[in-house]
């Protein structure tokens, strides 16, 4: 089946350091959404990207979709404590579009921040 | 209020006992789904639904059963639970009218002794 891995697994950086992960389907994908999950809380939504190509960002947050629709990034510059957390993506195949609604979720990558 | 709670928070249960994890919802939302977290798997979709008369399997069905029993209420069981179901599951909703964003509830913690 479909599958979406992220590296790294696990990254811990000093508290000012960059940080990225990486997302890479085995299939293209119509869209992609990144999540993070505090530890011992619940995924919360960041945000989607449509386009190939596209960049979006939300302050220190870079997100990128690849051109062919099947990889996708997360940078976070100059990380901070409060940035301590599992950081999902989650891709939704083509074809499922708006009648689906289903996303296949990555692995997750680990961010431990040492102030 | 937390617009998609679940019940219980935590559970500790025996091999072979049923056992129902509940989900509701205050969004208004149409679509629902159960989903399971294990370390380095991510999150795996069990069972999704789109409305009250729509069911469907998702990729780690089998050993779960669903219940819809409302546009707010969708129920997770386990008809007889194993050790390897031990996990930490979520319920999540989505508007199709929005962003399709998943929103998550605070999950459950269930162990299978």
């Known amino acids: 089946g479909q599958q979406v891995m992220q590296i790294p697994q696990y990254q811990h950086v000093q508290e000012g350091e960059d940080f990225t992960t990486y997302c890479n389907s085995s299939?293209?994908?119509?869209?992609i959404q990144w999540y993070k999950q505090r530890p011992g809380g619940h995924p919360v939504f960041l945000i989607q990207?449509?386009?190939?190509?596209e960049v979006k960002k939300q302050k220190r947050l870079t997100f990128q979709f690849g051109e062919a629709k099947k990889n996708s990034s997360l940078h976070i510059t100059a990380t901070q404590t409060t940035d301590v957390g599992t950081y999902f993506c989650?891709?939704?195949?083509?074809?499922?579009?708006?009648?689906?609604?289903?996303?296949?979720f990555g692995t997750g990558t680990l961010l431990a921040v040492q102030p | 209020d937390a617009d998609v709670t679940q019940t219980p928070r935590n559970r500790i249960t025996k091999t072979g006992k049923r056992i129902m994890l509940e989900c509701s919802q205050t969004?208004?939302?149409?679509?629902m789904y159960w989903y399971r977290q294990d370390p380095g798997l991510g999150l795996r979709l069990i069972y999704y639904?789109?409305?009250?008369?729509?069911?469907n399997k998702g990729e780690i069905s089998d050993g779960y059963s669903v219940s819809r029993q409302a546009q707010a209420k969708f129920s997770l069981s386990l008809e007889s639970a194993i050790p390897n179901q031990t996990a930490l599951y979520f319920c999540?909703?989505?508007?199709?009218?929005?962003?399709?964003?998943?929103?998550f509830g605070p999950g459950t913690r269930l162990t299978v002794t």
């Open positions: 999540a909703t989505s508007d199709p009218r929005g962003s399709y964003e998943q929103y």
């Open positions: 299939t293209t994908l119509s869209n």
């Open positions: 990207l449509v386009k190939s190509g």
């Open positions: 989650a891709g939704r195949p083509p074809g499922s579009g708006g009648a689906t609604n289903k996303l296949i």
């Open positions: 969004k208004g939302h149409d679509r």
């Open positions: 639904s789109f409305d009250v008369k729509d069911i």
